[in-house]
């Protein structure tokens, strides 16, 4: 019927590397390019779905999406997860930030501009050069010398506006550029501030647009101690309905409550649910390593899955039809594809229904194939699909590599000690590291003034632990009980050897035992000592007494020196009414 010869697939043969955890990451995107992509670039996949995965998207780490409207927080809690301020950020009740800011590792405080970036083939955000140039003078790299950064980066936005403001102030559309970020993420931040918690038309808005990638959202109510009991629980609790209405979820979302920044708590009546939000959120975050390859696998997957069906369609379509009537007779076909060439795949590949792709996708999908024709796929590109679904898909899942192996332990993100059960200790454990160690001569180096030094003569051996400073703070409280931000020899020991067991692998206690706490007033012991004369005088108990009969009243000692004690009176009368009785009998006996 003079159809148009279908293109040939151009193939190309690759040295696809073993599946290791190691080599995941590198090995998913040559499985990707020999397998998926030469299929989805005959179909002009793009068109119906997002572009062609980057080689950098499947290398890069986990990113966070922050987003939420002006003055909630953004900025301040990434500062306090990175535990330091990174370059150009601002914070105030207004609209402060103006910019995207993505984040990542870097040994310098440096900023370069999207504009120069999107040209690195590093860059997994290159497609933001569809938003133009407006976008690109507006969105900038980060880099700060933060250990966290290495595992996870982070993406701020500027505040939500309401009104007109939202669209005359920035020249770029704000709602898409939020949803390219959240299709590339792994984790999207919405954050709510408890004292400003109506909901504008806007933000509604943007939940919706982004409720396609509902499983990656975790909603965070910021500033939640800036209230008491009861206004929190009010707040928190309409939230809740409105984000149920919105998101039109089964389940209720959850909301992770807490204050993320560098100030103690305005009230604490919440405070064990804030502690406890705030380290399951991190523990949220912290996951993202682990996470991401078990995101990109399902990715790489659903292309492949649905490339296949796109493939399975255009062949059928083929052979029914010339390619130069796909323009002509697009009613046609979307009826002879419902009718007759879905029901006639779905019987010879066993599929279902639902796997196969809506009939407007194939509609746009027809509409906007190369040369406005839908190419055929070759039965071994299809092979090549089929091959990844049902080989390589299965021993990805055996490869991807084990949660906690690829850490994000660092800065406010670090899993939590200071609240762990803790194995105890007692005093002579810390002496005897002291006397091993020699903890008390480092002491006096320190130059005491009346026994005492304060805590700036030991902050830099206690950041030279390389824990983070909640950390540290918790051990010097520990270690300075009665809070006088002095501590004496035995407190310098004990910081020590807190500060040893906890690089060790042991948690931090909330509160010391008493057995665990140092004397009052040294007195120079050897724990070891005591502890082996105790255990010999259990194991030798004294011999008994000579005597046929006991004296029937209390073993104690007696002090002689305290005449006026009433016990020591008795005692001694009772001592000497025995005495007599005794001489009487012995008299008796002569």
């Not at 959850?254 to 604490?268: K, V």
């Not at 066993?350 to 009939?359: E, F, M, R, V």
């Amino acid at each position: 019927m003079g159809a148009k010869q279908a293109k040939p697939l151009e193939r190309k043969e690759h040295a696809l590397p073993e599946l290791t955890p190691q080599s995941m990451p590198e090995a998913l995107r040559l499985y990707y390019k020999a397998k998926v992509l030469p299929t989805e670039l005959l179909l002009s996949y793009d068109v119906f779905c997002s572009p062609p995965l980057l080689d950098a998207e499947f290398t890069c780490s986990p990113a966070v999406l922050v987003v939420g409207e002006y003055s909630v927080g953004k900025t301040t809690m990434i500062n306090h997860f990175l535990n330091m301020e990174y370059l150009s950020s601002r914070t105030g009740p207004e609209p402060t930030t103006d910019t995207f800011c993505i984040l990542s590792y870097g040994p310098d405080h440096c900023q370069l501009p999207a504009t120069t970036m999107i040209n690195d083939l590093k860059f997994p955000y290159q497609g933001l050069s569809r938003f133009g140039q407006a976008l690109l003078n507006r969105c900038f790299t980060i880099t700060c010398p933060c250990p966290l950064l290495r595992h996870i980066s982070i993406i701020d936005t500027p505040g939500i506006l309401t009104g007109e403001r939202q669209t005359k102030s920035r020249p770029y559309d704000y709602d898409l550029v939020l949803q390219y970020f959240a299709e590339k993420v792994d984790c999207i931040l919405f954050m709510f501030d408890v004292l400003k918690v109506d909901m504008g038309e806007e933000v509604k808005r943007i939940l919706l647009n982004l409720q396609a990638f509902e499983e990656k959202i975790l909603i965070v109510l910021n500033k939640s101690d800036m209230c008491d009991s009861m206004t929190f629980n009010r707040v928190k609790g309409s939230l809740t309905w409105t984000l149920s209405r919105i998101l039109q979820t089964v389940e209720v979302p959850r909301i992770y409550c807490g204050t993320f920044w560098d100030q103690p708590m305005q009230s604490l009546d919440n405070r064990e649910l804030l502690e406890q939000d705030t380290r399951d959120l991190c523990k949220e975050l912290r996951s993202l390593t682990y996470s991401i390859h078990v995101r990109r696998l399902i990715e790489v997957t659903q292309r492949a899955i649905h490339a296949r069906m796109f493939a399975l369609i255009s062949n059928e379509l083929h052979a029914r039809y010339p390619p130069f009537c796909f323009n002509l007779l697009k009613q046609r076909i979307a009826t002879c594809l419902s009718e007759e060439i879905y029901p006639e795949v779905i019987r010879r590949y066993k599929l279902s229904p639902t796997d196969l792709p809506p009939i407007p996708a194939m509609q746009q999908l027809l509409s906007g194939g190369q040369d406005g024709t839908l190419p055929e796929i070759e039965e071994s590109a299809v092979q090549d699909l089929e091959d990844f679904l049902n080989i390589d898909v299965p021993r990805f899942l055996n490869v991807i590599p084990p949660e906690g192996s690829i850490p994000a332990n660092y800065g406010r993100l670090a899993d939590s000690t200071l609240y762990a059960q803790s194995e105890k200790f007692d005093w002579c454990a810390a002496d005897e590291a002291a006397e091993k160690h020699g903890w008390r001569k480092e002491f006096q180096k320190l130059k005491p003034l009346d026994g005492r030094v304060g805590p700036e003569q030991v902050t830099a051996m206690m950041e030279g632990s390389g824990l983070s400073r909640p950390m540290l703070d918790q051990i010097w409280r520990l270690a300075d009980d009665d809070g006088d931000d002095l501590i004496n020899e035995d407190e310098y020991c004990l910081i020590k050897f807190l500060l040893k067991r906890t690089v060790e692998g042991h948690s931090i206690p909330d509160e010391l035992d008493h057995r665990a706490k140092p004397p009052r007033t040294h007195v120079s012991r050897h724990c070891l000592e005591l502890e082996r004369n105790r255990k010999m005088a259990e194991n030798n108990p004294p011999k008994s007494e000579p005597f046929p009969w006991r004296f029937e009243h209390d073993p104690r000692k007696w002090d002689f020196d305290r005449k006026e004690d009433p016990e020591n009176i008795r005692m001694r009368e009772q001592t000497k009414d025995i005495l007599r009785s005794l001489r009487d009998r012995l008299g008796d006996g002569k």
